[in-house]
């Protein structure tokens, strides 16, 4: 939610901004009447703002009447450092990784608390997936995202544990236990998750390190961790490989 944004000094940018931001993972198609309520502006200058962003692609309108984002603001944000640099030099590892295994992989980053997908490739196995590219999901419930999680700040850390929401009866809830998990993924060099994020899913995940940063998050997901030791090491090489890549 936008705040202040019909304040008396708000500028046309920042309403069209709050217009925008009122979209999220959970708000992905909103109505007029939600747009401005959740923009905290006046219907009529949410409608005329809006035919603004609909006319120049940030927005569109779908047949029932409600709205999404638009093309062309998805085209623009690939342009961001984030998301081009590192999906193109890790593009051919994890094409790799998925001939390899043939499971669903993930290219992730932190984007402050959360965990946000910046390539995917669908595996051929019929296993739930919730994650879409340029989707954001909780660090806590993903192994990608506890992967990140464990190399995070503490400030960060701490954000994540003092709000652990449950998305499955399976997410880990309890911070004494995510805490020895995250010690595991620093110590193990991996990350699982099983049934936490969506049923019928586990996951692996390995961090991509930049020197010694970790800049990044690879990971799989599998209807079983079965084979695990094998799938590390392909995960790891990939890893690696793009490590290298991004120099």
């Not at 949410?46 to 409600?66: P, S, T």
């Not at 991996?190 to 899913?201: I, K, P, Q, R």
């Amino acid at each position: 939610m936008a705040g202040n944004s019909s304040a008396p000094g708000a500028t046309v940018t920042s309403r069209a901004l709050a217009l925008l931001g009122a979209f999220d993972e959970r708000h992905r198609r909103l109505t007029l009447t939600e747009l401005a309520e959740r923009a905290e502006l006046p219907v009529p200058t949410a409608h005329r703002l809006v035919g603004e962003l609909v006319a120049w692609g940030a927005l569109a309108r779908a047949q029932d009447g409600a709205y999404v984002v638009g093309r062309r603001l998805w085209d623009i944000g690939l342009l961001a450092p984030v998301q081009t640099g590192l999906r193109e030099l890790a593009s051919p590892y994890l094409h790799d990784l998925y001939g390899a295994t043939l499971a669903t992989v993930h290219l992730a980053v932190r984007d402050g608390a959360e965990v946000l997908y910046v390539d995917r490739l669908a595996g051929h196995a019929s296993v739930p997936v919730v994650s879409s590219v340029g989707s954001r999901l909780p660090m806590h419930a993903t192994g990608v995202g506890k992967v990140l999680l464990a190399h995070a700040p503490a400030e960060v850390q701490h954000a994540v544990l003092s709000d652990l929401a449950r998305v499955t009866p399976y997410t880990v809830t309890q911070p004494g236990t995510l805490r020895r998990q995250l010690a595991r993924v620093q110590r193990d060099g991996y990350a699982t998750t099983t049934e936490e994020m969506s049923l019928g899913a586990c996951s692996l995940a390995v961090p991509i390190r930049r020197g010694p940063d970790v800049v990044a998050s690879l990971g799989l997901v599998l209807p079983s961790l079965k084979d695990r030791a094998k799938l590390v090491g392909a995960l790891q090489v990939a890893a690696r490989g793009i490590g290298r890549a991004l120099g």
